[in-house]
T-cell receptor, first 115, second 110 residues
């Protein structure tokens, strides 16, 4: 079975450019999570969706960040305009549910560098 | 708050045993996870505890005390491949999300 798929794996861009990160969750999983990981702040939840609907976006740093989930098999995280402080590894994760031992399965991540 | 505290770094010897501790805010607690993350890779699920006691899974065990807001991950017969970061994460009852600690970077020496 395919796991969570993310693209691109690496992205290098210049400050001010738009960046779009993509995620395909595991088929049948109803929840999708976007995380950001840095050395300073660890793994932070940005936003999560349930059945394609955004449930909690309180972790989104500012208006430059937006996320969509147009269907059950695809989600995007967009940064416009990008800034050097956005440099991080962005993970997408999915889970069947959020109760009990429902665990989140992480994608390989996108390493973003903003120059 | 929902502070999750774990040591930043630990070092242990191949073949030995190491215990990684995690403390968390108890209010609203609804389950605790341990994840392993090798450098440059994604976190992968190790264990889940929601009731007090020890859960054993091969060389890895995880313990929970809900009243103390305390958990530990025990790794036995350490191997070089166990060098990784170990993340403690807590689910609180009012949310579907889990909150991650900053992780403990474990280094194994020969």
């Amino acid at each position: 079975d395919a796991g969570v798929i993310q693209s691109p794996r690496h992205e290098v861009t210049e400050m001010g450019q738009e960046v779009t990160l993509r995620c395909k969750p595991i088929s049948g999983h109803d929840y999708l999570f976007w995380y950001r990981q840095t050395m300073m702040r660890g793994l932070e939840l940005l936003i999560y969706f349930n059945n394609n609907v955004p449930i909690d976006d309180s972790g989104m740093p500012e208006d430059r960040f937006s996320a969509k989930m147009p269907n059950a098999s695809f989600s995007t995280l967009k940064i416009q305009p990008s800034e050097p402080r956005d440099s991080a590894v962005y993970f997408c994760a999915s889970s069947k549910g959020t109760g009990g031992a429902d665990t989140q399965y992480f994608g390989p991540g996108t390493r973003l560098t903003v120059l | 708050g929902q502070n999750i505290d774990q040591p930043t770094e630990m070092t242990a010897t191949e073949g030995a045993i190491v215990q990684i501790n995690c403390t968390y805010q108890t209010s609203g607690f609804n389950g605790l996870f341990w994840y392993q993350q090798h450098a440059g890779e994604a976190p992968t699920f190790l264990s889940y505890n929601v009731l007090d006691g020890l859960e054993e899974k091969g060389r890895f065990s995880s313990f929970l005390s809900r009243s103390k807001g305390y958990s530990y991950l025990l790794l036995k017969e350490l191997q070089m491949k166990d060098s990784a970061s170990y993340l403690c994460a807590v689910r609180y009852s009012s949310a579907s999300k889990i909150i991650f600690g900053s992780g403990t970077r474990l280094s194994i020496r020969p």
